[in-house]
């Protein structure tokens, strides 16, 4: 991952680690003053558990537009130790802020902002392509998965004058099988081709290697 990159997800997280903690307190009318004085050693503490468990995971290192289903995996395990913290300070007696609600309402933002900050790429080029209909293009499949393919399907969906709707990837690599690549899935293989290319109506096939 480049290093900008690297460094706007971190910002990103410490943003959504406080909006998670914090939030909360407000939306249960407990105010914010307060329950930051008495609590922000503990958002200290969660603040660095997140970033160490996410590096740690590798989550910083996932790139959002081969994101599948092992690296979903891997994010929803993340986030699960950081909600487990949240029980744990919920369970300190002395902690009169924090209870179940809190741990819900946190627990649902957390997860919300990090899904988006990971998957956003992916939710726009999904609404872009559902607005793509069978008359807007030829229908092509797309054979390889790799950077040439997902740069094929991203000009494609943002030009005015590329007349294409990309239907499918094809790749051999057992790995991209039914991934979303740019909101493009992965099918299959090239002994696939034939047979999936009768089956989705593709009138060209295009090779990206």
């Given amino acids: 991952m480049k290093k900008k990159s690297f460094i706007a997800l971190m910002i990103i997280d410490i943003v959504a680690v406080f909006v998670s903690f914090f939030i909360p307190f407000v939306v249960l009318d407990k105010g914010f003053t307060n329950p930051f004085v008495a609590t922000y050693p503990y958002f200290i503490i969660e603040l660095v558990l997140t970033l160490g468990v996410f590096w740690a995971f590798g989550i910083y290192n996932l790139v959002s537009k081969y994101t599948g289903l092992a690296e979903t995996v891997r994010i929803i395990a993340s986030v699960f130790i950081i909600i487990v913290y949240k029980i744990i300070i919920a369970l300190i007696p002395s902690i009169e802020y ?39 293009g030829v229908r092509i499949m797309i054979v390889g998965a790799g950077d040439a393919g997902a740069t094929l399907v991203r000009e494609i969906k943002t030009s005015d004058k590329l007349n294409f709707i990309p239907v499918c990837f094809i790749d051999d690599d057992e790995n991209k099988q039914f991934q979303l690549i740019n909101g493009v899935e992965v099918l299959g293989k090239t002994s696939d081709i034939e047979k999936l290319a009768r089956k989705l109506d593709i009138e060209e096939i295009f090779i990206a290697i």
């Fill in 98 to 136: 924090c209870g179940l609600a809190w741990v819900v309402l946190s627990s649902l933002f957390l997860v919300a902002l990090t899904v988006v900050s990971r998957f956003y790429k992916r939710f726009y080029a999904y609404f872009l392509d559902s607005s793509r209909t069978r008359e807007d």
